[in-house]
């Protein structure tokens, strides 16, 4: 099970690293990947009262077609959980690269 995990979170953030190379602008792109990071990586319970856990994009794709409605709300915690926790470590990346960067001389 911890396997699976694991595998998840390296194609959540895979594909996300992949969308932001797509784009040319590399603010749009980061934010956008950002949130497609957060909207691959989070993990909710399936339905409330459960103990499975779930990735939020397969739980909006069930509700939204075979499933009965139990609130969006319920999915925008985790959602943003996970959105702030990619915010940081991309801006910790980006503050990293810079400050190590700053010392180089371009000849």
């Known amino acids: 099970m911890y396997f699976f995990w ?4 390296a194609l959540s953030f895979l594909i996300s690293f992949a969308f932001y190379k797509l784009f040319s602008y590399r603010t749009l792109g980061f934010i956008s990947s950002i949130i497609l990071y957060g909207l ?3 993990v909710w319970f399936i339905y409330p009262g459960s103990q499975e ?3 939020i994009a397969s739980i909006l794709f069930l509700e939204n077609t075979i ?3 139990n609130g969006y ?3 925008f915690r985790p959602f ?4 702030f926790v990619g915010l940081f470590f991309g801006l910790i990346f980006i503050f990293l690269k810079k400050k ?3 010392g ?3 000849d």
């Open 40 to 42: 691959l990586s989070g």
């Open 80 to 83: 943003l959980i996970s959105l």
């Open 67 to 69: 499933i009965e409605s």
């Open 53 to 55: 856990l779930a990735p």
């Open 104 to 106: 180089k001389r371009k």
């Open 6 to 9: 694991i595998l998840y979170f």
């Open 73 to 75: 709300l319920r999915l």
């Open 100 to 102: 190590l960067s700053i």
